[in-house]
Each structure stands twice: as structure tokens, then as C-alpha cells.
């Protein structure tokens, strides 16, 4: 019995908390996209399988051995000793082993370390995207949960219309047509409501798949924002050099392909050898042995046209690499004034909203309100009243829906985390 009577308690409780889903601000979004998103797992292993091929960068040619007959005639008789004579041919065991340029492998060591270092950035580059991601996500959020602020509100007007127009049409004060407007008012409300409940919805599952957690956690939000001053901000290419992490791999691999050429240019220097050869003959020969110095020798011109054709491909390279940051910035900077343009435009706007066009309307409805109360104004007027007050709040909270885009593809622009 006891146990029947616990159980509903226990229930009760897990549900209860499970419905008090938990707030997340948006820096700990942003942390938990950086530490849990499989992009960032996914650069991680690759950055450190390029880590370790580099530990293999001074390697040298692996050492050559043979075995097999030296100047043996065919003839089987000839092996043999006869009175004073020695058999002719031997076995022969041979070992060879080139020498690597100390300076080709110290341009390799180089070049292999650095590789990892393009793909640290196009890490960094791809969370950027992913950050902003995020916080367009979450401001769409806030704005959603904005709206629905204001159609609750609505939500209590309408009803508030609708049943003093009830009674007072009962007592023969109130026309019908204007009631009949309130009542599709109040269902468009009711609809929207279900709408915006839907995105947010959408909203959460995106932002969980981002944080590369469940996507159906309950979670929500913090509505506080900021809308940042870019006004003072200068957006030259040296601002872009530092900050954005794609122009930061065009770096990378410049270096690298300067890299790449040193590495072509230490492959035209000769490399040393050494090769032992031992043999032991056949019928009582004396042991023998060659030993040999060995050298390649590269940079003969008919050797060493590709290694040429390489470093001048690598220079254009090079070239090509440098234009394309330039042009990058260069679109950087004007897409960012562009946008810091319309951004103060915007907040003149939300401005002038918040401290002219809003008061006035709110104050017109509540003359409104108060002339309806003391029947000295009908319900259309009324109506009419809540409609335009009605459509400038969505037009103020579209305004800031706005804003905050702009605000998030500046931040995206200059790669502010």
C-alpha cells in the first residue's frame, strides 16, 4: 500500500522537473558548439593526422641488400680447383645505403609541420560560421518570444472586445459588424500563436543540433540582448588580416607553398651513398670485397627539369593565393560598412518607434478604451485603435528582428566570437 502511495509522488516530481526545462544564455551555447560540435572532432583528427606524418619527416631511403653469384662462369667445372688453379666465381653479399641532404630533410620537417597549420584555421573558420549560426538561430528566438508577448496581450484585448460587445449588443448598443471583426481578430491571434510556437520549437532543435547534443532537449532561452556600436570601427584589411581565420589559412598556405618550394629546391642538391659488396669464391679463391662512395647528382639539366618546373608553378601559386586574400578583404570591407550602414539606420528606426510612434498609439487606444468604457466611442473605432497600435508593435519587433541579423552578419564579417 505504502508503495501505491509513493509512486504517484515519485511521478509527480520527475515530471515536474523535467518541465522546468533549463535556461541557456547564449555564451554557453556558443562554448558548447565549441567543444561538442563534430566539425570540431572531425579537424581535431585531421589536424593530428597530419601531426603525426610529419614525425616521419626525416626519414631516410631505406638500406638495399642482395645476395647472388659474382663472375660465374656457366661452365660447372670451372668452379672447381684443379692442382694449382683456383675455381672461378663467387657468392656475393652486397649492402647499399644512401645519405639524405641534411638540408632537404630539415625543408621537409618544415613543410610537413606546417601542413596542420591551414587546417587549424579552416577550423576556427568553419566554428565562426557555426557560432553565427547560433546566434541568429537564438535572437530569431528572442524575437519569436517577443511577438508572442504582444499577441497574448492582443489575445486579452480582443476578449476584452468581444464579450463587452456581447452585452452590450444583448442591450441593444452595440452594431454587429465590428464584433464580428474582433472575433476573426482574435482567431488570426490564436493561429499565429501556434505558429511562432512551431518555430521556436524548430528554433531549439536547430540550436541542439548545433550544441551536437539530442536534438528534442528541452532548453530555453535568455531574451536579454545588446545591440552593439560598430559606428567607431574601421574596416580595413588589417582588421580582416587579424581576425578572420579563412584569410589566416590563405597565410598558411603561402608559407606553405614556400615551403613546398624549399623542399623542391633542396631535391636539386646531390645526396651521398655508400655500398659494400663482400664475395666469397669458389674453389679456395681468397675473400673479396668492393666498396663504393655513391652520389646522385640532381641538378644535371636533364634531371632536374620538373623540380624547376615545380618551384616556378609555386611562385604563380603563390601569387594567385595572395590576390584572392586581397580580393577577400576587399569584399569584407565593403559588405561590412554596407551593413554597419543599415544598422544605424535600423536603430534610428527602433528610436523613433520606441519614443514617438508607439507612445502615441498606446495613448490613442487608451483614449479610445476610456471613450468605450463611458460609451462615448464604438467598438470600431476602438478596434481600429488596437489594429494600427496592433501592426506598429509587429512593424517595431520585425524592426529589431532586422537589427539583430544585421548585427550577426557584421559579427560574422569581422569573425567576432
Do not use: C
Not at 61 to 81: A, E, K, S
Not at 345 to 360: F, G, S
Amino acid at each position: 500500500m505504502l508503495k501505491n502511495k509513493l509512486l504517484p509522488l515519485l511521478l509527480a516530481t520527475v515530471f515536474a522537473g523535467n518541465s522546468q526545462a533549463q535556461t541557456l544564455k547564449l555564451d554557453a551555447v556558443i562554448d558548447s558548439i565549441k567543444s561538442s560540435h563534430p566539425v570540431v572532432k572531425m579537424y581535431d583528427n585531421e589536424i593530428r593526422s597530419m601531426d603525426e606524418a610529419a614525425k616521419g619527416a626525416r626519414s631516410w631511403m631505406p638500406p638495399q641488400v642482395g645476395i647472388g653469384q659474382f663472375m660465374t662462369p656457366y661452365d660447372v667445372r670451372l668452379w672447381h680447383r684443379e692442382d694449382d688453379i683456383p675455381g672461378m666465381g663467387s657468392v656475393m653479399f652486397s649492402g647499399e645505403q644512401m645519405f639524405p641532404n641534411k638540408k632537404k630533410l630539415d625543408a621537409d620537417e618544415r613543410y610537413m609541420k606546417a601542413m596542420s597549420s591551414v587546417e587549424k584555421e579552416k577550423k576556427n573558420a568553419t566554428l565562426n560560421e557555426l557560432i553565427n549560426d547560433a546566434k541568429q538561430l537564438y535572437y530569431e528566438w528572442i524575437i519569436l518570444k517577443k511577438k508572442l508577448v504582444t499577441l497574448r496581450e492582443n489575445e486579452k484585448i480582443l476578449d476584452f472586445m468581444i464579450k463587452n460587445a456581447e452585452i452590450r449588443y444583448k442591450n441593444g448598443l452595440e452594431k454587429i459588424s465590428a464584433y464580428y471583426k474582433a472575433k476573426a481578430a482574435l482567431g488570426d491571434v490564436r493561429n499565429m500563436q501556434l505558429m511562432y510556437e512551431s518555430d521556436i520549437n524548430e528554433k531549439r532543435i536547430r540550436i541542439n543540433t548545433l550544441m551536437g547534443r539530442n536534438a528534442m532537449i528541452p532548453f530555453d532561452i535568455d531574451t536579454t540582448y545588446t545591440l552593439y556600436d560598430f559606428s567607431t570601427m574601421v574596416f580595413d584589411s588589417t582588421l580582416f588580416y587579424s581576425n578572420r581565420s579563412d584569410l589566416k589559412s590563405l597565410d598558411k598556405e603561402i608559407k606553405l607553398t614556400q615551403l613546398k618550394q624549399e623542399t623542391e629546391k633542396t631535391a636539386l642538391k646531390p645526396q651521398f651513398g655508400i655500398r659494400y659488396d663482400n664475395m666469397i669464391g669458389f674453389g679456395a679463391q681468397p675473400l673479396q670485397y668492393t666498396i663504393m662512395g655513391m652520389v646522385r647528382i640532381p641538378m644535371a639539366k636533364w634531371s632536374s627539369k620538373m623540380n624547376k618546373a615545380n618551384m616556378e608553378s609555386l611562385k604563380w601559386k603563390t601569387y594567385a593565393i595572395q590576390s584572392q586574400k586581397e580580393m577577400m578583404a576587399n569584399e569584407y570591407s565593403g559588405m561590412a560598412y554596407g551593413m554597419r550602414n543599415e544598422l544605424e539606420l535600423k536603430k534610428k528606426q527602433l528610436k523613433l518607434y520606441d519614443e514617438t510612434i508607439l507612445p502615441a498609439l498606446r495613448n490613442n487606444y487608451k483614449t479610445m478604451q476610456l471613450g468605450y468604457e463611458q460609451n462615448t466611442e464604438e467598438l470600431f473605432m476602438l478596434y481600429d485603435a488596437w489594429e494600427v497600435l496592433n501592426m506598429k508593435q509587429l512593424e517595431y519587433t520585425e524592426l529589431l528582428n532586422q537589427a539583430l541579423k544585421l548585427q550577426v552578419t557584421i559579427e560574422r564579417i569581422i569573425e567576432k566570437q
